[in-house]
């Protein structure tokens, strides 16, 4: 463990190599990157706790994590053209009330 001399000579060094003007602006980045550090990790955790207590079934449209948008759409793609078509159900035409029907020149019209 330094003992006070130490911790004079190393502050003196970093002093003598990032300079006064820089020096603030080096721990205002420092302080952000810990920050950022410390919310990634307690996110991790909350994931980690949520996958521990309920398993949510993972819907095929949402992203992944470290994917890019372009391998996303890639993979969204895929699946679609993975998975069969099925035909909607077919239901017969009704006429709307008021709109004009189709004449059959074969049926006779009455007037």
């Known amino acids: 463990m330094p003992g006070p001399m130490e911790w004079l000579l190393i502050l003196l060094v970093v002093l003598l190599l990032f300079g006064a003007t820089r020096l603030p602006s080096a721990a205002r980045g420092l302080g952000r990157s810990m920050r950022i550090f410390k919310s990634e990790m307690d996110e991790m955790k909350s994931e ?24 996303s759409a890639a993979r969204l793609q895929a699946n679609q053209q993975a998975q069969p078509v099925q ?22 019209q009455q007037p």
């Open 48 to 71: 980690s706790d949520q996958r521990k207590g309920a398993i949510a079934p993972h819907d095929p449209q949402a992203p992944i994590a470290g994917e890019t948008p372009e391998q």
């Open 87 to 108: 035909p909607a159900p077919q239901q017969p035409v009704q006429p709307q009330q008021g709109a004009a029907q189709p004449v059959d020149p074969n049926t006779p």
